[in-house]
């Protein structure tokens, strides 16, 4: 296959060369939106006379047989074509002669590149904000049964106060809302129109990249012909909230794995999303959360890869920036494929209720509403903070909780305590009383699978 670029050289590029300077293997799943992208160029050719009106109705006719013969199978992209863009525009001269030739008029390569990724990327993520929504769908369905089933909170990974199951897996809902929030708004800035930059000065004809920004969806185009090709911060963009994705999903892994084990105990997965040892056979194993952990790894990487490569290279574009789709791409696919197995694993997931009260009623999670209990009856917090910890030692002391110390015990730290103790520190009790907004209340409990269900709206 004869190159774009031939015309200067007498020797044929080495093999090994070649290879390495070829990125059909990468760029080729680009083919839609470059066929999109050259349909709207040519459009554009046409209506401001550069070609004629029969020329348009070949080249747009040849691009709609190529895409349509690549997706039925019919055409395989050849691994001999450098790129996605060589490939298109020689097939389409192979089937409609000199017209397709006209094809890259008033564009260079170095735009081209450019608009194919900044339309496919705006697909991916696209994609990637539906997978989100079902993954919050899942925590919501978890919440929603879950509302009530107290469990212990931690900090420092120690026992910590009461909370609801609802309340800690909607964190987890706020992190993702917060990733949509992250993919929009990098998408926002991507969706500039580089068109009609050419390689990197521009073109001698009159283009309208107003009207190629417009017909390819774009709020607008790049203002600055050499920023519109040699910008990569959009993939830094996006590979850095990608990066905040993954560490989201390998944080809940990592409490679904703990859950999971029998130290723990308080979930149970479905079988689908789990797998056994080969020498073992009492094993169930959470190896899809321990996958979504470990692949946290390789989407860091592709971020700082992507910022390495594009910290010393001057305007405008160079080779190196090839490297870019290999990292964003390898990154959206492993973020999507965790969002898909991690949504219906949360949705399956079997909360033990037994398990995680068992766990409530260990650890003296009610310390903070004893001492608050003391500081309403008039008693200085930091005061009641220090009585409540001596009662504790002495519960310790003598295997005993707050729960099951009797009254007289009691008093004899303080007058202040009362029969109405019991109830105050009661752990059902002390879920409910936490009224205060964002907290672990019932109703503000409600309010946040509120908030997601209006956010998926």
Known sequence: MEKLWAGRFTKELDKIAFGFNSSIDVDSRMYRQDITGSMVHAEMLSKQGIISPVELKEILDGLSSILEDIESGKLEISSDA????????TELT???????????????????????????????AEKVISLIDALLLAICSQAERNRDTIMPGYTHLQRAQPISFAHHILAYAMMLTRDKDRIKDAV???NVSPLGSCALSGTTYNTDREYTAKNLGFDDYCKNSIDGVSDRDFCVELLSALSIIMTHLS??????ILWSSWEFKF?????????????????KNPDMAELVRGKTGRVYGNLM?????????PLAYNKDMQEDKESIFDSFDTVKVCLQVTAPMIETMTVLKENTLAAAKRGFINATDLADYLTKKG???????????QIVRHCIENSLVLDNMELDEYKKFSNMFEEDLYE???LATCVKKRISQGGTGPESVDNQIKFIKENLK
């Open 82 to 89: 450098e790129d996605i863009h060589s490939f298109v525009e």
């Open 94 to 124: 192979s089937r409609i002669g000199n017209s397709g030739k006209k094809l890259h008029t008033a564009r260079s390569r170095n735009d081209q590149v450019a608009v194919d990724l900044r339309l496919y990327l705006r697909d991916e």
């Open 188 to 190: 926002k800035r991507m």
């Open 251 to 256: 944080r809940l892994s990592e409490e679904i």
């Open 267 to 283: 979930v149970e997965l479905d079988d689908s999303y789990t797998t056994g040892s080969s020498i073992m056979p009492q094993k």
């Open 305 to 313: 890869s992507t910022l390495t490569m594009l910290k010393g290279i």
């Open 379 to 389: 008693m200085p917090f930091r005061e009641a903070y220090k009585l409540t910890g």
């Open 424 to 426: 105050e520190i009661e």
